[in-house]
Each structure stands twice: as structure tokens, then as C-alpha cells.
């Protein structure tokens, strides 16, 4: 019976193998030798009696035969970490379905499979009754679901119990127990994990690591972009740090693709390792974002950042480690280095004058700007690529004299206005004609008055004139100017012709000016200067305008002679056209002397041709200002007078009998009543201050802009010319008989009897009557005025004062 049960044993045995290698069974499940040794257990059971005699008895009285459980797979989800621990455990998900499979004999004889975490089936934690849980269901093979829960402490798995099924009227079962077989065995603990090394280590080397790449990183970017020749540089011309620096680097530096290739070998090593080490702490995807963002971030951007300004001095701190790289990795990386020297060549690096301008050209200041010595020798090394034509000012924007030009004040002016000190002189009328140059030196002892012409001056000093192609080379130029062949040269070009007889056309000028400020890259500009430059034609903004007027003074217009004739015209149109100087006014005789002595002559033309915006007006060329009270009354006899009226500054030119002031001549008229009351002088000064009602404010400005001979009468002389006048009428009545002097001086003591109160102060007859004040003169004075009156000729006085009168007109 023993033989035959074997038998049996090992035929299930084969065939469930069988079957597990079919379905892909883990090894680690179930082996041929777990089955063999289940069942010799069970042979050796059975041969050595040890289910009892009653039980086998009770087994064949009833047919029921008992399900054994040969092994146990667990069906984990393909993503679960879990598998088996060191025992040999099977480890789930707490909480999480899962399907399990057994294989055994006799399995369909099973009622319930009872799941428990102590060593007692009547405990149980999961039951799983075989009519209504398992899926698949045979005599050898059955499959299940199941979740469980996560064991309690000091708890380490559920055990499986087997309860098979009994039949109708035998006597029930007794005490089951759970199987022993830990392969039947499931735990909720997780088991943990192995690392290659200690976990406080491992990450303690992904650390360092992490900064083996930084270095590796920032040195072959800081490293590898200093090029020997900027080592050598440095150690030349910089700090003393930067050239302690470099001297270390430059060594290492001229291996350059040894250098490279060492570095990038290291590079790759330590981002290989980071990538393997970071898998062991976790897994996925987790582990791909964490060695990514840490070799990024910490071994890319920022020691790269850092190297990219400061890669001396990295470089040169971190010499030996760079040197024992090199060792580690020199049998791969020194056959590399060599094909690429082959391939590519020796590393070199060369700078031409071009590369040099720009290097230049971009060293720039705090502010921005480029330093005024780098300007300079960015000009010195630029001027060999230009020519003339790059530099000249062009003929068009060139200030020129014909050699017909009278040198007279007003062209002196002119001249001295441009700012220039070398005119070219032209004959013909044709601008490519130029024949001489005018130095402005050469007016220094030149007489106006004189009115020599531009060719007489420039033929007795004969300064030479230049000619110069416009295709020549700056440095040539330059060269000829510098052996004294004059500052200045005219530029002409070739406008065809035959061989031998080239025709030419003036372009432009160019002067040693031109050449220095390409040089220093700015302009030069001296006190003298108009604009800027001689090609934008940008004005030179200057402090406020060159006051010209001190060498004119601020005194009121000189008077001058006039003609015979032009005083009897004058006074005809006078009479003719203004009642104010008419003979009920003005007496012929002091007519004419007021005449002769109101003729006024103002030139300005010599310091007009300066223009207007380069001086300011002296106060004699100022005849009305606008909304500025004024007592003159103007008439032009020759020239003209520029006159600006209204808001938007029209203007128009007056000639001559044009006249100005007539409102104060209307006054005068309106007023002769009272201008005869004084027998004294009046001033001007007086006037203003005693009289601004016989004064105008004009609505416009006008200014001599050239030469101008006019008549500028004031109210003071208007005044003393009636006066004159008076007197001169009175003298007959003066004279008649010294019986109606009695008589007069009677009346005359009547009258003044008659008024208010005497006036002391002749001159205060000027005031009007609305805001005279009161006399200071007492009554008890008056009687000693009389007997003054009386005692002292009248005409005697009256003469004097014509004759002053006469005088100050």
C-alpha cells in the first residue's frame, strides 16, 4: 500500500508541474522539490500510521477523501513593488485585491478555506467558502480572490486552514489546524529594502557626486573658454591675483583637447553614477525627475553660471583635482585628445587689426560709454580705412569769396561771423575755379575804408592752395599735412577727359581739423565755431548772445549834418503833413534849428552782418520798443527801418518820410494851451517823471537794421521849440513904450491876485491843472514878487532865456 501511494503521490506531483509550467508558475512558488519532499512526508505519514485508525476507519466507512494543499501562487498587479520576503513569505498590499491560486489533490473535497493570524482555526480573519468564492475549481487547482487587511503588531502572517467537507450523517470533524507550510503563508509587511550601500552613505555620495559634476561641468565651460592667448594676456597686463591664476590654468590649458576630453569623461561617469544611486532610493518616475533636476539644476546651471565670470579663479583653486582626472582617465581620454588634434588641429587663436577695433569697441564703462582713450585708439586704427571723400566737407557747405568781393566793414563782419580762418578765393564766378586762400590773420591790419578786393589781399600774400583726389588715403594726407603743406586742401575728382588732359571737379575741402577729430572720434569746436561738425551742419549752442554793443555804446544816436536841401524838404513835408509844426505852433527860424538839431544817423550794418541771432541790438539801432513808453516823435529822411507788429511778429520796412510818434504830436497840440506857461528849460528827465500823459506806449518795435538818418524829435525839445516861439512873437510887444510896461505890470499884479495862489516853480506849469497841488507860496510874498516884476525889464529876460532855449534845442 505504501508503493502504491507513492505511486500516486509522485503522478500528481509530475502532472502538477506540469500544469504550473503551463499556466508560467513562479519558480519561487513551487518546486519539484517542495513537491517531492510534500510528498514523502505524506508516504511516510501513511507508512507510519499517523492518522489514526478510527479516522481511516471513519474515511473508508464514509468514501470522503481529504484535499491536501501541495503549494500556493499569489497573482500580484504588475505594478505592486511587493514579492517575497527572506523566509520565503509572500508579501501583499494591505487593503488591495489580489488572486491567489492552490494546487493540492482533492481540492473540490474542500468547504472552506480559513485565513488566520494566530494558531487557531477557530480564529478565523477571512473566511472563503468554496461554493461561492472560488472561481476556478478542480480536483487539483482552485482560485480565489482575496483582500486583506494589514496584520497587527508583533503579528507576521496569515496562516492558512483547510476544512473539507463532511457528508450527510457522519460525525463531524474535530480540531483543524493551520498548515505549516510557510509557502501557504501570506504577511502585509513590507519587506525592506536592499541598497547597495548603507542608506546614510548612499546619499551621502550622491551629494558629493553632485558636486563632482558642478566641477566637472563649470570647468570644462570656464576652462575651455579661456584660450591661451588670453591666459598669456593676463599674466601680462592684468591683476596680480588674475595673473597668479592663470599662470596656473595656462599649463593644463595648452593640453586643450586632453583637458576636454578628461573632463567630459568625468562628467559622464558622475552623472551616471548620480543616475543609478538615485534609482535605488526610489523608483519610476521618481527617480528619473530627482537625478534630472539634480544634475540640472546643481550640476549644469548654476556651476556654469558661477564659472562663466569666474572660471580663473575656480579653475586655478581646483587645479589638482582637474591634474588627477586627467591621470584617472588619461589611456581613454589621451587616444581621443590625439584624433582630434589630428582632425582638427592645434588649437590657436589669432587677432587682426579689424578684431582688435572691435575688441576695443566693446570694453565699455560704468556708464555705458566708451572710454575717451579707447576712442582714440579706435580712431588712430580706423583712419587707415578711410579716404578723403569719408572726411571732406563737401563744396556745397563750403564757404567760398569770389576774388571780385570788396573788403569792406560789412564783408569783414561777415567773414569774422562764419568762424572760418582759411577762405578759398574763386575767380569767374565758377567755384571750381579756386585760384588763392584768404587767411582771416590776413585782415588783421586791413582798413576797411580802404575797400581793397579779395584779390588784391590774397595777391600780395599768395598763400599756396592744395589739391588733393577724394580717393586719397587718410594717412597720406596726414603725412603731407604734417611736413607743413598747409592745414587745407581742396578735393577734387576725376570727371573724365583725355590722357594727359584729366578734367576735374572741385567736391569738397578737408583741413587737418577733419583728420585730427576722426582720430580722437569727436568734434573739435573753439570759441569761434558755428557748428558742429562740417557734415550734419548742427549748430553749436553757445552760452547767451556775444553782446557786439560796447564797441557802440548805449548812448542815444549821434547827431549829424544834413544837407541844405534835404533840411528845407524836410521842413516842408513837416509844415505840409503835421499841424503840430505848423506856424501857429512852431516859428519858422526854430523850425530849422530844431531840425538841424534833431538829425540823428545810426549805422549798424557791420555789426547786423553778424546776424541776429549772434548779437544783441544795441540800444541806439532800438528807436520804439513794443509796449515801452516812449516821448519821440521819428521821421526817416534815408534808409530804412524794420518794423515788427502784432502778435505773430509780422514785419515790414519803413523808408524814408515815413514817420513815427504822431499821438505825441497830437498831444502837443491838444496841450499848447499850457506848454507856454514856464519861461524855463524842460528836460527830458523832468518830463517823464512830471508829464507821462504826454508819452505813448507803441503796439510795435522798431529797429534800424543798416544805415539810417532820420529826425527824432521829444516832447522836452517840442516844447522848448514852442517856447522859443513864443518868446520870439512877444518881443515886439516887449518893446513898445514903457508907459504900457506900467500899465502891464499893473494887469499882471491883478492878475495874479486874481488866482488861486503864485507858482514858484515855472516848470510846475507842466503839470495839468486836475493834479497841480497847492502853491507853498504865503500871500505875504506876494507884494516882494511884484515889486521884483516891476523893478527888472521883462524882455531883457525873455532874450536870455530864447536864447537858452534855442540852445538846448
Keep these: 500500500m505504501s508503493a502504491s501511494c507513492l505511486l500516486l503521490i509522485l503522478t500528481i506531483s509530475l502532472s502538477f508541474h506540469v500544469a504550473t509550467a503551463q499556466n508560467g508558475v513562479d519558480d519561487e512558488v513551487t518546486t519539484v522539490a517542495g513537491i517531492l519532499d510534500s510528498a514523502t512526508t505524506a508516504a511516510q505519514a501513511i507508512d507510519n500510521s499517523t492518522i489514526t485508525p478510527q ?126 507550510d510557510i509557502s501557504t503563508w501570506l504577511t502585509t509587511e513590507r519587506p525592506p529594502k536592499e541598497y547597495f550601500l548603507p542608506l546614510p552613505l548612499q546619499i551621502s555620495c550622491i551629494g558629493f557626486l553632485l558636486v563632482l559634476s558642478a566641477l566637472f561641468s563649470g570647468l570644462t565651460l570656464g576652462l575651455m573658454s579661456l584660450t591661451p592667448q588670453e591666459l598669456e594676456l593676463v599674466i601680462k597686463s592684468g591683476a596680480v591675483k588674475e595673473q597668479k591664476c592663470a599662470a596656473k590654468i595656462l599649463p593644463i590649458r595648452k593640453k586643450g583637447n586632453l583637458l576636454l576630453c578628461s573632463l567630459l569623461l568625468g562628467n559622464v561617469i558622475v ?125 556745397d557747405d563750403v564757404f567760398m569769396l569770389p576774388d571780385t568781393t570788396v573788403l569792406n566793414a560789412k564783408t569783414v563782419m561777415e567773414i569774422v561771423k562764419m568762424g572760418y580762418t582759411r577762405i578759398p578765393v574763386y575767380q569767374f564766378g565758377d567755384k571750381n575755379n579756386v585760384t588763392d586762400m584768404l587767411f582771416v590773420k590776413d585782415l588783421a591790419l586791413l582798413d576797411p575804408d580802404d575797400n581793397f578786393t579779395v584779390k588784391t589781399v590774397c595777391g600780395y600774400h599768395k598763400h599756396p592752395v592744395k589739391f588733393v583726389m577724394n580717393d586719397t588715403p587718410l594717412p597720406h594726407l596726414l603725412e603731407a599735412f604734417k611736413k607743413g603743406e598747409g592745414h587745407l586742401a581742396m578735393v577734387k575728382r576725376s570727371v573724365g577727359g583725355t590722357e594727359g588732359h584729366e578734367a576735374y571737379e572741385l567736391v569738397g575741402v578737408v ?25 550734419n551742419k548742427v549748430k553749436i549752442k553757445k552760452d547767451p548772445n556775444r553782446d557786439a554793443t560796447k564797441y557802440f555804446g548805449d548812448h542815444e544816436a549821434p547827431q549829424t549834418m544834413i544837407s541844405m536841401q534835404l533840411q528845407m524838404v524836410a521842413l516842408q513835408w513837416m509844415v505840409s503833413n503835421e499841424r503840430a509844426f505848423g506856424l501857429e505852433f512852431l516859428d519858422t527860424n526854430v523850425l530849422e534849428r530844431l531840425i538841424r538839431s534833431s538829425a540823428r544817423r545810426v549805422d549798424v550794418s557791420a555789426l547786423m552782418a553778424m546776424g541776429d541771432d549772434a548779437i544783441n541790438v544795441p540800444r541806439l539801432a532800438k528807436v520804439y520798443t513794443k509796449e515801452e513808453p516812449s516821448d519821440k516823435y521819428i521821421l526817416i529822411l534815408e534808409g530804412r527801418i524794420q518794423v515788427t507788429i502784432g502778435a505773430s511778429g509780422m514785419m515790414f520796412e519803413a523808408g524814408p518820410w515815413h514817420h513815427f510818434g504822431g499821438e505825441i504830436m497830437a498831444k502837443m497840440v491838444d496841450g499848447a494851451a499850457t506848454l507856454g506857461r514856464s519861461m524855463s528849460i524842460v528836460g527830458t528827465s523832468d518830463l517823464s517823471a512830471r508829464r507821462p500823459d504826454l508819452m505813448f506806449r507803441p503796439d510795435y518795435s522798431a529797429v ?40 502891464s505890470a499893473h494887469n499882471s499884479t491883478l492878475s495874479l491876485a486874481e488866482k488861486p495862489g503864485p507858482i514858484t516853480d515855472p516848470s510846475a506849469m507842466l503839470v495839468p491843472e486836475n493834479i497841480r497841488k497847492p502853491s507853498l507860496v504865503s500871500v505875504e510874498t506876494q507884494p516882494k514878487i511884484l515889486n521884483l ?16 532855449l534855442l540852445d538846448k534845442i
Excluded at 133 to 141: D, Q, R
Excluded at 142 to 165: G, Q, S
Excluded at 714 to 730: D, H, P, T
Design 55 to 180: 479516522s481511516i476507519n471513519n474515511n473508508t466507512n464514509t468514501g470522503i477523501k481529504t484535499p491536501t494543499i501541495f503549494g500556493m501562487r499569489v497573482e500580484l498587479p504588475a505594478d505592486d513593488p511587493f514579492g517575497y520576503d527572506k523566509h520565503g513569505v509572500c508579501s501583499v498590499t494591505p487593503e488591495e485585491e489580489f488572486k491567489v491560486v492552490i494546487y493540492g489533490n482533492h481540492l473540490d473535497k474542500i468547504h472552506q478555506i480559513i485565513w488566520t493570524f494566530t494558531n487557531n482555526c477557530s480564529e478565523p480573519a477571512y473566511v472563503i467558502d468554496a461554493l461561492n468564492h472560488f472561481k476556478i475549481h478542480f480536483n487539483h487547482k482552485a482560485t480565489f480572490h482575496l483582500t486583506l487587511k494589514l496584520l497587527p503588531e508583533m503579528v507576521h502572517a496569515y496562516k492558512m486552514c483547510v476544512k473539507p467537507k463532511v457528508a450527510q450523517g457522519a460525525p463531524p470533524l474535530g480540531e483543524i489546524y493551520p498548515l505549516d
Design 271 to 395: 552623472n551616471s553614477a548620480i543616475s543609478i544611486l538615485m534609482g535605488e532610493l526610489t523608483t519610476g518616475i521618481y527617480a528619473l525627475i530627482g537625478s534630472t533636476l539634480g544634475i540640472v539644476i546643481f550640476g549644469e546651471i548654476l556651476p556654469q553660471s558661477i564659472c562663466v565670470k569666474k572660471g580663473l579663479e575656480v579653475g586655478a583653486h581646483t587645479i589638482s583635482i582637474t591634474q588627477l582626472f586627467i591621470i584617472v582617465t588619461y589611456p581613454i581620454a589621451w587616444p581621443v585628445s590625439k584624433l582630434l588634434d589630428c582632425l582638427l588641429g592645434d588649437e590657436y587663436q589669432a587677432y587682426d587689426r579689424k578684431r582688435l577695433m572691435e575688441l576695443v569697441k566693446m570694453s565699455i564703462t560704468d556708464n555705458g560709454q566708451v572710454a575717451n582713450e579707447l576712442k582714440i585708439a579706435v580712431g588712430a586704427m580706423e583712419i587707415a580705412d578711410k579716404v578723403v571723400k569719408d572726411v571732406m566737407t563737401k563744396i
Design 511 to 535: 583741413t587737418l581739423e577733419d583728420i585730427v577729430e576722426e582720430i580722437l572720434q569727436a568734434e573739435i569746436n573753439d570759441e569761434f565755431d558755428i557748428v558742429t561738425d562740417n557734415v
Design 704 to 743: 534800424v537794421k543798416e544805415d539810417c538818418t532820420y529826425l527824432e524829435i521829444s516832447v522836452a525839445a517840442y516844447i522848448n521849440a514852442y517856447k522859443a516861439s513864443l518868446m520870439q512873437r512877444e518881443k515886439p510887444l516887449t518893446d513898445a513904450s514903457d508907459v504900457s510896461h506900467n500899465s
Design 789 to 804: 516884476i516891476g523893478q527888472h525889464p521883462v524882455a531883457p529876460v525873455a532874450e536870455e532865456e530864447e536864447m537858452a
